[in-house]
């Protein structure tokens, strides 16, 4: 069985650019969560989807983070515009309820 | 995530001998202990993980030990390998919190041949 698949894997941007990363879950599962791993560091949960609804966005920095789950399956994290301090590892993972979660390899984030 | 505060940062252990990886917790409300492993450019895995009305879970070569009172719980690797060279983080969450789950800080192990 297919695990979650993460796109890009490495993307290099300016700042002050756009960017977007997408997310396919395990097939069935339906709480998809959005981590934000800084180097060396634990992971810090930026958001998390029950099915299509957004129902822990605290984290998320809203002035210029968007996330979006149509159809309660694949989701995108944007970011826009991005900065300097917006380097990091952006981990992708999805949990049949409150269960295991399983996550991606995640997208390696570079502002330049 | 100063609810978690995780020790050591970095491990260097021969192999054939003993890991040991500490995390401690603030949140009373936490009711469930794992402890992830990541391996550079993968994401966390699930290694072991242990509910609190137990005080040890075993599972081959790992091993969690759990102490309510004292708010902490560890990670013992035995017989360690080169092939567990890996970032572990301690991850706690409570059943009231949505699977939100507190990661510490991480500690690299590195086992040398």
């Known amino acids: 069985e297919a695990g979650v698949v993460q796109s890009p894997r490495y993307k290099i941007i300016e700042k002050k650019q756009p960017v977007a990363f997408w997310c396919n879950p395990i097939s069935g599962h339906n709480t998809l969560y959005w981590y934000l791993q800084n180097l060396g560091q634990g992971p810090e949960l930026l958001i998390r989807y029950e099915n299509e609804e957004a129902v822990d966005d605290s984290q998320l920095p809203k002035d210029r983070f968007s996330a979006e789950r149509l159809k309660g399956v694949d989701s995108t994290l944007k970011i826009q515009p991005a900065e300097l301090g917006d380097s990091a590892v952006y981990l992708c993972?999805?949990?049949?309820?409150?269960?295991?979660?399983?996550f991606g390899p995640g997208t390696r984030l570079t502002v330049t | 995530q100063q609810q978690v505060k995780q020790s050591p940062q970095s491990l260097i252990v021969q192999k054939g001998g003993i890991s040991i990886i500490n995390c401690a917790y603030e949140?009373?409300?936490?009711?469930?202990f794992p402890w992830y492993q990541q391996f550079p450019g993968k994401g966390p895995a699930l290694l072991i993980a242990i509910r609190p009305d137990v005080s040890e879970k075993k599972e081959g070569r790992f091993t969690i030990s759990f102490n309510k009172s004292a708010k902490q719980f560890s990670l013992h690797i035995m017989d360690s390998q080169p092939g567990d060279s890996a970032t572990y983080f301690c991850?706690?969450?409570?059943?009231?919190?949505?699977?939100?789950?507190?990661f510490g800080q991480g500690t690299e192990l590195s086992v040398k041949p």
């Open positions: 993972a999805s949990s049949l309820d409150h269960g295991e979660q399983y």
């Open positions: 991850a706690p969450k409570g059943s009231n919190q949505g699977g939100k789950l507190i």
């Open positions: 949140n009373t409300a936490f009711d469930y």
